[in-house]
């Protein structure tokens, strides 16, 4: 299965593999965070960044102005996706290890409710009211839906094979899956909890992120070492670009001008043009 090599990646590298970039603040994880840092998410403004630590199961709370950990908190096996609710009230951590999700009160940095999804959960995003959160079951080839009011799974949505991230479009109506064994993105009615497209991706397909104006999805292939741009309306590649070795999550800039891919081999986060889709080496690294 491709999370078994998953898994075999973070170890072996050490080194950061996703990040989350809102409101201007690019948080990326890195090998000196924590002992295996897995992903990102942070609060409005980048006051606290919540980064989990695979391999010792851990939640670290990182103040952003002192690049300080105030808090480590106990989490479920290898946990994986983090995201942090509108009100910035709880932060949602999926627990590959445990199939679960951990809910953590931000006030007393304490796991509040611990909420059993599909096998070997990855990637979370939140809805845009924060009403409801995505959860990749990796394992399940389904996306289960949690109903934030009540920390109650209400939908399981079939995808594809090794679905890995989850993404919002901007507007609300969509959730887009990329789905790492089956080369696919699964494209989620938000309104039915079914799922309505199944778009062409590239080779182990592992993040996913979509333009603010919803036209465009940008998906990291991990095994290609590229990003495929993928048009949203049509479901056709417009556009396929080669990043370092390792390519493994993408996020947006608020603007939509950039995509910043996470690149495991070199080490490194490049950036591409969402407007001339320049190759990223030499347009801007930050190491």
Aim: net charge positive; with cysteine.
């Amino acid at each position: 299965m491709y999370h078994q090599h998953r898994k075999a990646l973070r170890p072996a590298l050490g080194a950061g593999i996703g990040f989350l970039l809102t409101s201007g603040l690019l948080a990326a994880c890195g090998s000196g965070l924590a002992s295996g840092p897995a992903e990102t998410a942070h609060t409005a403004a980048g006051r606290r960044v919540y980064v989990t630590n695979q391999l010792d199961d851990t939640l670290s709370v990182i103040n952003s102005h002192t690049n300080r950990v105030t808090a480590t908190v106990p989490a479920g096996a290898a946990p994986e996706g983090v995201a942090v609710t509108p009100d910035h009230k709880h932060v949602y951590i999926a627990d590959n290890g445990s199939a679960r999700v951990s809910v953590l009160d931000t006030r007393t940095n304490k796991v509040v409710a611990t909420v059993p999804v599909g096998k070997n959960p990855s990637g979370v995003a939140l809805s845009r009211d924060g009403r409801y959160l995505y959860v990749a079951d990796g394992g399940s080839n389904k996306v289960s839906v949690l109903d934030t009011r009540t920390n109650r799974v209400t939908a399981t949505i079939p995808v594809g094979t090794s679905p890995v991230s989850v993404a919002v479009s901007r507007d609300g109506t969509a959730v887009y899956v990329a789905n790492a064994g089956s080369r696919s993105l699964s494209v989620i009615d938000t309104r039915t909890h079914r799922t309505v497209r199944v778009l062409p991706a590239g080779r182990t397909p592992v993040g996913v992120a979509v333009t603010p104006d919803g036209r465009s999805a940008y998906v990291a292939n991990e095994v290609t070492a590229s990003v495929s741009v993928i048009a949203t309306r049509t479901g056709t590649i417009t556009a396929t670009v080669p990043v370092g070795e390792g390519s493994f999550d993408v996020a947006l800039g608020p603007d939509g001008r950039s995509a910043y891919v996470a690149v495991l081999g070199p080490g490194n986060v490049s950036a591409i043009s969402t407007r001339t889709h320049d190759s990223p080496y030499g347009v801007a690294v930050a190491p």
